[in-house]
Structures are given as structure tokens and as C-alpha cells.
């Protein structure tokens, strides 16, 4: 894998509080005697040392308690002896030690070896509990001898089976093994008393609304046997592997469980149409079941009833944005902004409220005002990275690649902030990579999705990028992955499915221009007067609803163009743009130009047409489109002022294959 051209590491650096203290565990561990090392008390330091975050000392500690005898002791017959029940016994210190060693190696995020470790105590467990049902006699002759034992107590104390399968679980989710992730939960002694209604897996979110209208609640136990946090886990790699309703029922069983589990609300909005609906209930039944108490009314300005307030807006403005409706959005993010305009998480908000309403410059500021008020933020920051990308901002682009790998190197973020900047820097290879690295990094990521679509169309491999805007769609339908979607069919031929990918996109948002213009790009390949007439009507319709779109605009001019009775309406519609809704950066400006341009040279009204070819050469001296263009006409004129006077010319014109961009780099 290619590494991004951001050096993050400094080699000079003082070594780390964990470093120091690694090294003087390794100092004491090494003038330890056998026994000591040995000694309960070392295994009860290792714990210490990984709950104050000295993984790498946890680790070495662990290894001389582990490792002290060469291998581990083999099964026992049974024997009324103390001494060989103690050795017995040893199955479950070993069991502890590997705990302990997964324990430090989670801390540092290495899942896999992490993984590896649980699973090796529960085999040792297993043999411990086999030695000791084989061994009943002896321990119930030496009962007494043993409640005395302080191994035994220890041992006993200081290893839960359910806690370690959990623990399995986590890393399982985080190395993407949903299903068995799933199945190591349910494994745990506390889901087999969890009561699950029978029906509920094909129930409909309306059937889901309906049950708990009538009060037909579901029932469990569960809380106080397994955390919370695990449930989330499990709610989503329901969602990772597809599993709609179990997903849903999950999150809801959360946030019924504790309403502070914010981040279940967008995910029952996406999951279901009547999710903003049941997160609303949830959330006033927890407010009227457990009081808030006087430490919210402290800490919140206007106290609790403001809070409850907030987050019902908060909830109405989120399930607008997750419905890509500005009209549901916008009175609820606009309270929330005269209410809170410092917060970061409704900033945030507001930036995808932009984006939707097609006001992409005030969406960057919005994330130009949480960058600034947290400069070491990571989350979200692809969504601005893709803000900035859109808006051909490349070198603030490549300015927060480099801030988010000096930030975290191994976050989906980092690299999809490096796939946009190398793109935007036409280093095609080098972003299909990043994008593929961010990809792996997070496979339920929808920006890293898309990202990768459209690097892989721009190295014209169709088939992966269908791949990936379906996959986007599958984690969150979204009009970037319909546009995706209607690009890469195009591109392959299926027109067919490029056209239901369109319509699909104007049903997701039916007051987008941008959805509208994409039925537009779906059936201007379509051959025939009915083909060109569709296309027309599309962004015909998509410029009602924004006549500053620029992509509709031009989609419209290509397909009157390609009528002969309809040049001149071509030439109304750029006009049109130039005068009346003429755009704000550079780029859009010299292409606005360099199409009217074109235009106006297939009228044979050339005069004009070198005007605007010179406007766009002001704006961008170097551009080839506008260059050659120039020189056509400037030809062409000479040759019609010398054919006038009695002379000849070839009279040649600029080639229209020559303006058109190439097929899939179309802005948007």
C-alpha cells in the first residue's frame, strides 16, 4: 500500500510516560526471584497496569508470569491432595494470564492478537472446569483446606467466563467478523435470559409502531447482566451484515435502556419510516420514568425541560437531514443554531443542511467554525474533506490530509481526506489506493464508499465502482451514490439500470434539482426523439427548481444542441446562467464561459465567441480548451476577412468533441 506524502513521525521524540514506565517495570520485573514472579500480587500489578493505560508494561509483566515455567502442566488424575489441586488450579491462573495479555493488547487497538489471547484462556478454562468436575471428591475432602487457599480465592475472583466472551465479541466486531461477533453475544449466559417475542424478526417498522402503541413492550432482563455497550455492538453488526429489523430492535432496546445513547437516533431513523417517531417515545417515556435530578438542572442552562426540549429538535432536525428533506430540516436546525451556535455536533448539522439545500460554500465555513474550535477533531472530517474537494479547494484539502494523519494515521478519515487531495491533483493510481485503504479501514463508511466509486471510474474500472455505490446506497442511500450509480451504468452500457438508479434518486428527494438532473444524465444516452425529449424535460425540470445549476444548465444546452431546431434555446440557457446566476469560483466561471463559447461558434457568431474564449483565458491563462478555441475562431475570422477581400480559407471551426468534457469527470 502507498503511503501518503505526510511524514507524521518525528524520531527525535522523548520517550513516552508509558515508555518510562515500561522501562522501569523491566528493571524490577528482572530483579525479581522466581517466587516473586510467581506471586499473586504480580498478577494483580498487571491488572493495575492496564487499567492506568501501561499496556506495554502490563504486557511484559504478564510474559515473566506467564512464561515462568516451560510449558503448561498437563491434566491430572484426581487426588485428594491440596498440592495437586493447586496445580489443577493453574489452568485458571494461566486462563488470567491471557486475559491479561488481551487485555494490553486491546489497549493498543491490536484486535487480532488480542482475539487470539481470549481464546486461548477460554480453552484453558475449559480444561480447568473438565479437571475440576473430574475432581469432586477431592475437593469437597478438601474443602476446608481450599476457601483457605489464597490462589484459590483468587482464582476464583478474578475470572468471569461471560465477561471474557464479551471481550471476544469487541474484537470481533472490530476486525469486521459481524456474524461471529453476534454469536460469541449470544453465547453469554446473560442473552439466554433475555425473553424475545416470537414474530418480531418480520415485523415492519410500521408493525414495530403499532406494537408499541398498544403497549406491548419487550421485556428483558439483560442490563444488569450484560453492558450496554455491548448491545450497540451487536445492534451494529446487525447492521453491517443487513439484518434491518434486529438492528433496530437492538438500538431501540439501548436507548429505551438509557436515552444518553444519542447516537441510536439516526440509526432508527435510517432503519425505519417510523424511527424519528419511536426514538421521540422512547425518549419522553425515559424522561417521565427517571428524573433528571438536580445535577442536570445545574449543569443545563434552563434546566432539565430545556434539555428534553433540545433533544426532541434535536431529533426532529436529524430525522429531516436522514430523509434528505431541507423542508423538515430547516425550522429545527435553525432553532437549534439561534439556541446553540458554538456547538460543534450542531454545526456539524447545519453543514449537511447546507449541503443539501445547495448552499456548499456556507457548509464550509460551518466546518471551517468546528475545525477551529477543535482542531484535533477527526470524525466527520470527510464529509468536510469532501466539501473542500467539491469546491476545488485543493490546497486546504491537502492541508487536512496532513493534519488528520499527524492526527490519527490509522482512521477511514485520514485517507479518504488523501484520496480526495491526490485526486483533485489528477494522481488517479495514487487515490484509487487511499481510497481503497480507507475502504478497508472501514468497510460500513458511506464517504469512503463513494470516494472509492469514483476513483475507480476514473481509472475505468466500471465494475468496481458499481460495487461500491451500491454498497453505499446499502449503508445509507444518498444522492452522491445515485449519481455514482446513474455515472457507472452509463458507462457500461446498462441504461436501463442507470435510469432506475435516476428515478430512484428523485424519489429519495423529491425537491432536489440535483435528483432531477440526474434523469437527465441517464437518459441522454438513450438514443432517438424520445430519448432527446426526456432528457430535455429532466433538466428542463431540474432548472426550475434551481436555476443556478450549473450541470443542468449544461446538460439542457448538450441536448438542445444535439436538436437542429433548437440551437438557439442552447444559447438562451447559458446566456441565462452567465447574466443572471453567473458562479462564484473560478473554474465554474471559465467553463461557463468556454461553453457559451462553443455555442456561439456552431451559430457562426464568432466575434462574440473570441470574447468569451479571452474571458476564460483572464480567469485561467492555461486553459487548453479555451487556447484552442481562440485559435480556431481568430483563424476562422482571418480566413473570412481574406475570403471577403477575394482571397480563400479552409474556415475551419472549433471541434465540439474537442469542448465537452470527457465522459465521467463532469462537474456537479
Known sequence: ???????????????????????????????????????????????????????????????????????VVSPVRASSTVEENDMVLTWRLKAIDCVNFATSFMGKEEYLRALKWFEQAMDFERNFQQLSSSNIEAEEHNNEAENSSEAHRYAMDNFDADEVKLHVMECLFKTQQYLRAIECFEATNGYEKEQ?????????????????????????????????????????????????????????????????????????????????????????????????????????????ANYRKTIHCWIDAMEGLERNSVRQASPHVTKLMKDRPKQPEVLIMKARWDGLRGKPDKAMEAYEMVVKMDNKRVTNMEKYAAALRDAREGEKLRILAQRLFEINENSCESWIASAMASDLSKEK?????????????????????????????????????????????????????????????????????????????????????????????????????????????????????????????????????????????????????????????????????????????????????????????????????????????????RAAQANARGGGGDGNVVDDAEMEEEDGEDED
Not at 513521525?9 to 522501562?23: I, Y
Not at 473570441?610 to 487548453?624: D, K, M
Open 196 to 304: 424475545q417475542r416470537e414474530g418480531d424478526e418480520t415485523m415492519t417498522g410500521t408493525q414495530t409502531a403499532k406494537k408499541y402503541k398498544t403497549g406491548e413492550q419487550h421485556d428483558s432482563t439483560m442490563t444488569a447482566i450484560v453492558p450496554l455497550k455491548y448491545h450497540l455492538l451487536k445492534a451494529k453488526a446487525h447492521q453491517a451484515l443487513g439484518h434491518t429489523q434486529k438492528a433496530m430492535r437492538a438500538y431501540e432496546f439501548v436507548f429505551k435502556n438509557d436515552a444518553s445513547y444519542l447516537e441510536c437516533v439516526p440509526q432508527l431513523i435510517s432503519l425505519s419510516p417510523v424511527g424519528g417517531q419511536r426514538a421521540r417515545e422512547i425518549f419522553t417515556r425515559h424522561c417521565e420514568k427517571n428524573s433528571l435530578g438536580g445535577l442536570v438542572e445545574d449543569m443545563l442552562v434552563g434546566g432539565s
Open 1 to 71: 500500500m502507498t503511503m501518503p506524502p505526510f511524514s507524521t513521525r518525528n524520531e527525535n521524540t522523548t520517550p513516552s510516560s508509558s515508555a518510562v514506565e515500561f522501562q522501569r517495570t523491566q528493571k524490577q520485573v528482572l530483579s525479581m526471584a522466581p517466587h516473586e514472579i510467581w506471586s499473586l500480587g504480580g498478577r494483580a500489578k498487571v491488572t493495575t497496569l492496564n487499567a492506568s493505560g501501561a499496556f506495554e508494561s502490563a504486557e511484559l509483566l504478564c510474559s515473566f508470569i506467564h512464561h515462568a515455567e516451560q510449558s
Open 429 to 637: 493510481e495514487k487515490a484509487l489506493s487511499f481510497a481503497q485503504k480507507a475502504r478497508d479501514l472501514n468497510p460500513r463508511n458511506q464517504v469512503a464508499l463513494v470516494t472509492l466509486g469514483e476513483c475507480a471510474m476514473k481509472v475505468k474500472k466500471t465494475d468496481v465502482a458499481i460495487a461500491c455505490f451500491r454498497g453505499a446506497n446499502e449503508v445509507k442511500p444518498s444522492l452522491k451514490s445515485y449519481h455514482g450509480l446513474v455515472k457507472a451504468y452509463s458507462a457500461a452500457g446498462r441504461r436501463k439500470e442507470a435510469i432506475e438508479s435516476a428515478q430512484a434518486a428523485t424519489e429519495l428527494n423529491t425537491h432536489s434539482a440535483f435528483a432531477a438532473s440526474l434523469l437527465g444524465d441517464a437518459h441522454k444516452r438513450v438514443s432517438g426523439d424520445i430519448g432527446l425529449k426526456r432528457t430535455k424535460d429532466a433538466f428542463a425540470k431540474a432548472l426550475q427548481m434551481d436555476p443556478s445549476l450549473l450541470r443542468a444548465a449544461f446538460g439542457l444546452a448538450d441536448a438542445c444542441m444535439r436538436d437542429n431546431n433548437d440551437v438557439e434555446r442552447a444559447k438562451f440557457v447559458i446566456k441565462n446562467i452567465l447574466e443572471k446566476h453567473p458562479p462564484k469560483d473560478a473554474q465554474s466561471k471559465v467553463m461557463l464561459h468556454v461553453k457559451y463559447a462553443t455555442i456561439l461558434v456552431e451559430m457562426n457568431e464568432r466575434a462574440e465567441a473570441v470574447q468569451h474564449f479571452q474571458s476564460a483565458l483572464g480567469i485561467e491563462p492555461n486553459n487548453a480548451r479555451a487556447k484552442s478555441g481562440l485559435e480556431s475562431c481568430e483563424k476562422a475570422l
